[in-house]
């Protein structure tokens, strides 16, 4: 019997499959267009033809793993549930009202984003729940019945309860829902309590309306991609990654579509994690570009940079998430010249379809994709190992028309393009970095998608970055960090009290429940005792202050160790962050969280023999490309990725192809294959 574990990453310009074979290790790796229209198919697709070309007849699927852009796509194009909302008597305005900030301080034509819930499917129930759990008024039965029947009246798909301090006692929550799921029928009804369980009411107000806005969007799309998988052979439970870079069954998924929001990026932040940890670098920063956008993030000690609050499309978002930052520059972002007369790229992008003018489907706007074919560092003939063939010159002519506004040489306009974009990439790196007290120059820059190899060089250049660690498939590493990420469920809540000898007992008595949940989703997922790990931490600040940092919860019995270790992890987080603490000011702890994992088993790497530095056993035909450095094409090496060995050394200026992606090696630049087939780009000659 062969067991084989597959990821499919679905993405805004290609689906990404990546099949391992139990056995032997053996990764399989490629990719096919996306279908926007439905992304179920171009994922199905991708999985029979898995089963198909590697399976053979005593083929069994353990594993499907899939992230998926439905949530992101949803949200942002607006295109979710017709939604309604149950919230308390006086409270139906909290979504226009929010926090009263304004997203640009000095911009008086700013917009906010359309509320997901106009305000006439906005309806109160007299209900009050005081802050420290007494009930002033229980809502009405008869009242819930009266405005749940308007509400299936105005035709809603989905529903969301949101009370003040539910999150304290949910019992009027989850009554108020069981009355709307009576009355609803088939409509999607989501509480604020399942979504949620943290003080701040607007935060928790909008993501509940978040999640019930996608509610069916996310029920819709799992119901027709899990059958077409079953047709192509797959038995295997299927898991979706969430935000937070777990898994989590359709099941769960279709419940809590918010937890999927950035379910694509994470998987690639997983893959970069599993690499460093391979290689033994624990520092990287991560630089995923995509067709239609590149995102980045910061991975410290082996661990990534997480948040529990975002604002996503304007839409504040309070689950737990791998904290990515997201720019519009993408290899089908679009460069065009602004009402000043100034070259721009993104954040308009060609997408999937008709994607980049060299791709031959119907665009005729020059993008950043169409700047490397016409500079010739891609292929100027074909992409995907020949799967695509390339066009280069009708997106000269574009370029060329673009770069006559510009007053400027169609090469000048490709490198021009080039630069812009990589400005755009670099300032989002600096966002992660430099602005949260990290110096990129200590961390190593993982370029993954299938933009990424191609800009890194100048990219760490432009960051005085001066390692650069490519992985072995860049192109797919999102489909990649789904065979290696962990089922994971992130439990929390709310209980505010001073960190003080006298609070200990309630520390202990939060994570007890919070435990005891833990232990039941365990046991719900079936995950066996050796295979359940367990990080607790809490939200701590200042008392009087209205932000918090994320502190470890160490597991100590004392009740003296506990209470000088949680101080001392609180005040040496604030010292990183704003380099002092105030030791005489009082300490708050206000929110405890569980992360609970079910660790799956990894695939085992093993190091290759180093077989010299010679890497012409993997030259192709060399040929011109186009360097900005030394304004002119330069005959340039070209290797077939697939063929070069550990050990193997090239110097820059170099082009290394392969089928997911293209690694660029800037003049100055030397690129070694390390043990496991990653590359290596330092400064310095060979």
């Given at each position: 019997m062969t067991n084989l574990r597959i990821g499919v990453d679905s993405g805004g310009t290609f689906t990404d499959v990546c099949l391992l074979d139990e056995a032997t290790g053996q990764f399989s790796v490629w990719k096919l267009s996306s279908t926007p229209h439905d992304p179920s198919e171009a994922i199905a697709e991708g999985a029979q033809e898995a089963v198909s070309r590697f399976g053979g007849d005593d083929a069994q699927v353990v594993f499907f793993g899939h992230g998926t852009t439905v949530a992101t796509n949803a949200l942002i194009q607006g295109r979710g549930a017709k939604t309604g909302l149950i919230t308390n008597d006086g409270f139906r305005d909290l979504l226009d009202l929010g926090r009263q900030t304004r997203p640009h301080l000095y911009d008086l034509q700013t917009d906010k984003p359309t509320p997901l819930v106009p305000r006439d499917r906005r309806l109160e129930v007299?209900?009050?729940?005081?802050?420290?759990?007494?009930?002033?008024?229980?809502?009405?039965?008869?009242?819930?019945?009266?405005?749940?029947?308007?509400?299936?009246?105005?035709?809603?798909?989905?529903?969301?309860?949101?009370?003040?301090?539910?999150?304290?006692?949910?019992?009027?929550?989850?009554?108020?829902?069981?009355?709307?799921?009576?009355?609803?029928?088939?409509?999607?009804?989501?509480?604020?309590?399942?979504?949620?369980?943290?003080?701040?009411?607007?935060?928790?107000?909008?993501?509940?309306?978040?999640?019930?806005?996608?509610?069916?969007?996310?029920?819709?799309?799992?119901?027709?991609?899990?059958?077409?998988?079953?047709?192509?052979?797959?038995?295997?439970?299927?898991?979706?990654?969430?935000s937070n870079g777990g898994t989590i069954t359709f099941e769960t998924a279709a419940t809590l579509p918010v937890r999927t929001v950035l379910s694509g990026p994470s998987t690639g932040v997983v893959g970069a994690l599993e690499t460093g940890r391979i290689v033994g670098t624990e520092d990287i920063i991560t630089f995923d570009m995509g067709g239609t956008s590149t995102d980045v993030s910061l991975i410290q000690g082996g661990r990534p940079e997480t948040t529990t609050e975002a604002?996503?499309?304007?839409?504040?978002?309070?689950?737990?998430?791998?904290?990515?930052?997201?720019?519009?520059?993408?290899?089908?972002?679009?460069?065009?010249?602004?009402?000043?007369?100034?070259?721009?790229?993104?954040?308009?992008?060609?997408?999937?379809?008709?994607?980049?003018?060299?791709?031959?489907?119907?665009?005729?706007?020059?993008?950043?994709?169409?700047?490397?074919?016409?500079?010739?560092?891609?292929?100027?003939?074909?992409?995907?190992?020949?799967?695509?063939?390339?066009?280069?010159?009708?997106?000269?002519?574009?370029?060329?028309?673009?770069?006559?506004?510009?007053?400027?040489?169609?090469?000048?306009?490709?490198?021009?393009?080039?630069?812009v974009v990589t400005a755009n990439m670099a300032r989002a790196i600096r966002l992660i970095s430099i602005q949260r007290g990290h110096d990129p120059r200590d961390y190593s820059l993982m370029p993954f998608g299938g933009g990424g190899p191609v800009h890194a060089g100048r990219l760490a250049r432009e960051l005085s970055m001066n390692r650069i660690l490519v992985p072995r498939n860049p192109g797919i590493l999102c489909a990649v960090g789904l065979l290696l990420t962990d089922l994971r469920h992130d439990l929390s809540v709310t209980r505010r009290m001073r960190l003080e000898a006298e609070s200990i007992g309630a520390i202990r008595g939060a994570m007890a429940g919070l435990l005891a949940d833990a232990e039941a989703w365990f046991e719900a997922e079936q995950v066996v005792p050796d295979r359940r790990r367990l990080v607790a931490s809490g939200d701590m600040r200042y008392a009087g202050q209205n932000y918090e940092l994320n502190v470890p919860v160490p597991d100590l019995t004392d009740d003296a160790a506990l209470l000088e270790a949680l101080t001392q992890n609180f005040n040496n987080a604030y010292d990183r962050l704003y380099d002092y603490t105030a030791a005489d000011e009082a300490i708050e702890i206000v929110t405890f969280r569980i992360e609970a994992y079910g660790v799956v088993e990894k695939p085992q790497f093993t190091a290759n023999p180093d077989s010299g530095p010679d890497p012409s056993a993997a030259a192709l035909a060399p040929r011109g490309v186009y360097m900005p450095e030394m304004n002119e094409f330069v005959e340039t090496p070209v290797f077939d990725r697939d063929r070069l060995q550990t050990g193997n050394r090239v110097a820059g200026p170099a082009v290394i192809e392969q089928m997911d992606s293209t690694t660029l090696v800037l003049p100055g630049q030397t690129a070694t294959v390390d043990a496991y087939h990653n590359l290596i780009i330092e400064e310095g000659a060979a």
């Open positions: 007299e209900e009050r729940l005081l802050y420290d759990g007494t009930v002033e008024q229980a809502p009405d039965d008869d009242a819930v019945r009266a405005q749940a029947r308007k509400l299936r009246e105005m035709g809603v798909e989905a529903a969301a309860v949101c009370f003040l301090y539910s999150f304290i006692d949910p019992t009027h929550e989850a009554r108020v829902t069981a009355i709307l799921e009576e009355e609803l029928g088939e409509s999607f009804v989501t509480a604020s309590h399942r979504v949620c369980p943290e003080f701040r009411e607007f935060e928790r107000l909008s993501t509940t309306v978040v999640n019930a806005f996608l509610g069916p969007v996310m029920r819709g799309y799992l119901e027709k991609l899990t059958p077409r998988l079953r047709e192509s052979g797959i038995d295997a439970a299927p898991h979706i990654t969430q604002i996503v499309h304007g839409y504040p978002l309070k689950v737990p998430m791998i904290d990515i930052h997201t720019v519009g520059a993408g290899g089908g972002s679009i460069a065009h010249v602004d009402s000043g007369g100034f070259l721009k790229v993104g954040p308009r992008s060609a997408g999937a379809a008709p994607g980049p003018i060299c791709y031959g489907l119907g665009n005729d706007e020059p993008t950043v994709t169409d700047a490397n074919v016409v500079m010739q560092v891609l292929n100027p003939t074909e992409l995907l190992g020949g799967r695509m063939q390339i066009d280069r010159d009708p997106a000269f002519r574009a370029i060329e028309a673009l770069g006559q506004k510009l007053g400027l040489s169609t090469l000048d306009t490709a490198a021009g393009i080039v630069r």
